[in-house]
Nanobody
Framework: QVQLVESGGGLVQAGGSLRLSCAASKRPFGRYAMGWFRQAPGQEREFVIGVNWNGVREYAEAVKGRFTISRDSAQNTVYLQMNSLKVEDTAVYYC???????????WGQGTQVTVSS
C-alpha cells in the first residue's frame, strides 16, 4: 500500500500563489505518474494536472499558464505550483499516483486551498 501525504494548502488572496507538496511513502510502481485532482464544494472531483514518469505533462484547461507541476523521482515527491490564483480555484486538492496519466490507483487525504476575493 502506498500512502500519499499532501502539504502546503491554506488561505490566499486572489492573484496570489501557493505551492503544494505530496510525498509518497514508497515508489508506487516501476514507472508511474503523479498528479493532482480537486473538488470544490458541490462539484464533482476533477483532474487538474499530472506528470508522467518520462516528464510528459497534462493540464486541465482551467489551469494552463497558471499551474505547474514538478517531481523529484528520487524522493517520490511531486509539487504543484499555483500562481495567479482565482476564487474558483478554491477546492480540496488531492494528490494521486498511478501507472499512467490515465490511471490513478492511490489518493491522498486532500488539502484545502481557499482563495479569497
Amino acid at each position: 500500500q502506498v500512502q500519499l501525504v499532501e502539504s502546503g494548502g491554506g488561505l490566499v488572496q486572489a492573484g496570489g500563489s501557493l505551492r503544494l507538496s505530496c510525498a509518497a511513502s514508497k515508489r508506487p510502481f516501476g514507472r508511474y505518474a503523479m498528479g493532482w485532482f480537486r473538488q470544490a464544494p458541490g462539484q464533482e472531483r476533477e483532474f487538474v494536472i499530472g506528470v508522467n514518469w518520462n516528464g510528459v505533462r497534462e493540464y486541465a484547461e482551467a489551469v494552463k499558464g497558471r499551474f505547474t507541476i514538478s517531481r523529484d523521482s528520487a524522493q517520490n515527491t511531486v509539487y504543484l505550483q499555483m500562481n495567479s490564483l482565482k476564487v474558483e480555484d478554491t477546492a480540496v486538492y488531492y494528490c494521486v499516483t498511478g501507472p499512467t496519466l490515465r490511471q490513478y490507483d492511490y489518493w491522498g487525504q486532500g488539502t484545502q486551498v481557499t482563495v479569497s476575493s
